[in-house]
């Protein structure tokens, strides 16, 4: 004899089924939920097809400030003088000093400024120097035509220049001759002669006045 089915333990067991279907299910729509991605299918923009709608910019010139305006000048005011016009103030002058009419006046006599008085004194340098008459080529013409070339430094074969120094007087003479440097073997005297035979010179100046000068010259020997 077959046992019966009791219905409430078949319900129970349907209804733990049911659960875990239903949990089953519950989680994939979770899991679904959080792996779903969602792609916006809206077409990308093509930016090189956009027109460029932007209103070009214009450039703004630079504004140049007007100059200030000059300033006013203001013309002097001429006030006119008259030419004549009386003083009726009457200038009284009080001298000491009575004056008739047989009062003498005695003449002012200035007196003349003294001259400078001349001096000795012998310059270097002066304003006007001293020059030989008819110029530095007319003194050498005189010295070659005057020079005799002594016959020791002819035989020694002697050349060279024999510097002299002299004075040049207020009177154009030559005076104080003196050799600075010789070469010797009868030059350096013969050079001394020639000078102090020399004529007279146009003396030097100094403020207007001849004064005493001294000059160094050369004086040169060479041998044909």
Do not use: H
């Amino acid at each position: 004899m077959e046992a019966k089915k009791n219905p409430d333990v078949d319900l129970s067991k349907k209804t733990g089924l049911f659960l875990n279907i239903g949990f089953v299910v519950s989680l994939l729509l979770v899991i679904v939920a959080f792996e779903w991605r969602s792609y916006d299918n809206t077409d990308l923009l093509d930016m090189g097809q956009i027109n460029d709608d932007f209103d070009e910019m214009t450039e703004v010139p630079i504004t140049q400030q007007p100059p200030p305006p000059p300033p006013k000048i203001k013309q002097p005011e001429i006030i006119e003088v008259p030419d004549e016009e009386e003083i009726e103030e009457e200038i009284e002058v009080d001298l000491d000093v009575e004056i008739t009419e047989e009062t003498e006046i005695e003449e002012i006599i200035f007196d003349e400024p003294e001259e400078e008085e001349e001096t000795d004194e012998i310059f270097q340098i002066v304003e006007n120097p001293a020059t030989f008459k008819g110029g530095v080529q007319a003194f050498y013409a005189y010295v070659q035509k005057n020079l005799k070339y002594p016959s020791q430094a002819q035989r020694m074969g002697m050349e060279g220049r024999v510097f002299v120094e002299f004075v040049v007087g207020k009177d154009g003479k030559i005076t104080d001759v003196k050799v600075l440097r010789g070469i010797g073997a009868g030059c350096d005297e013969e050079a001394v002669r020639v000078l102090k035979n020399s004529p007279a010179w146009n003396p030097g100046k100094q403020r207007g006045r001849p004064v005493r000068q001294r000059m160094v010259l050369p004086i040169t020997f060479k041998l044909n």
